[in-house]
């Protein structure tokens, strides 16, 4: 067991990031956002965040990779704390509809019709309401670090809400000096509209042989999620103090319970 750690004791004095508590919708929201903050405390030592210099918009599509069981829940952290109420598409959303409360709905890999509705209901209330949408664009959680191809509806949602920016997220899980994982987040920078002709020359990059302006903008988005990635990864090795505490969770045992701290009773 080491004791070497690359930050100091997270401490609820020390959150970067406080949470508002805006995206529950009621009473029943509040239960549902408590449920999702304890198993993020309970389940990881700390949750850290580094965010964009660049402010963001009012609306956004924020894509992240989809690495983790726990992204959606990591994220509700994330968007909370942006004080960016947000929709969130989610397959397995009769297991648990109450997600309701707290901006969940319906996208079931099975039913096109009832994926369908959401997207219609998605888009009327981004352009009504002003809400932003949580999309996981490879559609299903697998094991890291690839990325999978980005399906139709990240482009769809864009064209179809003027002005949301899509912003590129990447979460890192780390599991190497603590008991529990720690967390990444990194937000990006808003995809642009065009591609360099470095990045269509890359060779993981898919389609492109394209003329640079016929490149889908949901190979742009898959780039500049994988370039964050890496970037999140050098500096959670080399610029930890680049990311502030979003969520203090649970030390490790020999934080919690070290006898050193008991003096000898004579």
């Known amino acids: 067991m080491s004791d070497s750690s690359p930050r100091p004791l997270p401490t ?15 009473f029943i929201g509040r239960q549902v956002a408590g449920m999702i903050r304890r198993s993020v405390k309970s389940r990881f030592r700390a949750v850290y965040l580094n965010t964009s210099s ?5 609306k956004c599509i924020f894509v992240p990779n989809h690495h983790g069981w726990h992204d959606g829940y990591v994220m509700f952290h994330v968007l909370e704390a942006l004080q960016r109420p947000f929709l969130d598409w989610i397959t397995e959303f009769d297991a648990f509809p109450l997600f309701a409360k707290v901006g ?8 096109a019709t009832r994926r369908a509705k959401t997207i219609r209901e998605t888009i009327r209330r981004m352009n009504d309401d002003g809400r ?21 509806a990240l482009e769809l949602i864009a064209n179809k809400v003027p002005g949301a920016a899509i912003i590129p997220v990447a979460i890192r899980y780390d599991m190497s000096l603590h008991e529990r994982p720690e967390c990444f987040v990194s937000i990006g920078s808003p995809v642009p509209r065009s ?8 060779p993981d990059f898919p389609n492109r042989t394209a003329p640079v302006a016929e490149l889908p903008l949901a190979d742009r988005t ?13 500096k959670i090795n080399h610029d930890p103090e680049a990311f502030g505490l979003l969520v203090a969770g649970t030390l490790d045992v020999n934080e919690r319970m070290d006898m050193r701290r008991f003096k000898k009773v004579r």
């Open 222 to 234: 898959r780039l500049a999620v994988r370039e964050l990635l890496d970037q999140t990864n050098a």
């Open 104 to 111: 969940g709905m319906p996208f079931p890999a099975d039913d």
């Open 54 to 58: 660049e402010p963001l918009p009012e």
């Open 195 to 202: 591609v360099s002709l470095e990045a269509a020359a890359d």
């Open 12 to 26: 609820s004095a020390q959150i970067a990031f406080p949470i508002t508590g805006g995206q529950a919708s009621d």
């Open 132 to 152: 932003s949408l949580l999309l996981f664009a490879e559609s299903h959680l697998h094991r890291g670090p690839q990325l999978l191809p980005f399906g139709k």
